[in-house]
């Protein structure tokens, strides 16, 4: 018993393996995976602009503290007054410490930049391929088709 029941279990994995999928039920998936991909690129995108916010505050307050710097430096030609020294420093290791931090986030920024495009570009391929079969099941008229975005351009959303 135990013999037939692999036997049979093997035939039909390899049936299913052998068989195609139809393209109904193969185009009904690329849109559940289109969906899913849909929703990773705008939850990337949203992530990303609050991430390139907080990256502009930041080097506003790198701004700030350079003008700071420059303005105690400006003082005096001799170079900076005795009584502004201490505020002068304070200003100074401020913004050399905060150096680091603002590179490592301009690093984590332009590599989930990269992420974004890659979950974007894999959308794109998706769509693409669920727009040929929805051709090929007769579903989509060529003059419903927009025209493909240039590959390098400045839109990143999703098709």
């Not at 279990?9 to 999928?21: E, M």
């Not at 990773?40 to 949203?46: I, N, T, Y």
């Not at 974004?116 to 929805?134: F, M």
Request: proline share 6%.
């Amino acid at each position: 018993m135990l013999t037939i029941s692999v036997v049979v279990f093997v035939a039909i994995v390899t049936i299913d393996l052998l068989t195609p999928v139809p393209p109904a039920q193969r185009l009904r998936l690329l849109r559940e995976e289109l969906s899913n991909l849909r929703t990773a690129a705008d939850s990337c995108l949203a992530a990303l602009e609050l991430e390139e916010e907080q990256l502009r505050a930041s080097d506003a307050r790198f701004d700030s503290l350079r003008n700071l710097i420059e303005h105690y430096e400006g003082l005096d030609p001799a170079g900076v007054p005795a009584e502004s020294y201490d505020s002068y420093l304070q200003a100074f290791r401020a913004y050399n410490r905060g150096i680091p931090a603002r590179a490592a986030a301009g690093d984590t920024l332009r590599s989930h930049w990269q992420a974004c495009r890659d979950i974007v570009a894999l959308h794109n391929q998706v769509a693409d391929s669920a727009l040929d079969i929805a051709r090929e099941l007769g579903k989509v008229s060529d003059s419903l088709i927009r025209e493909p975005v240039p590959a390098g351009s400045a839109a990143t959303r999703p098709r």
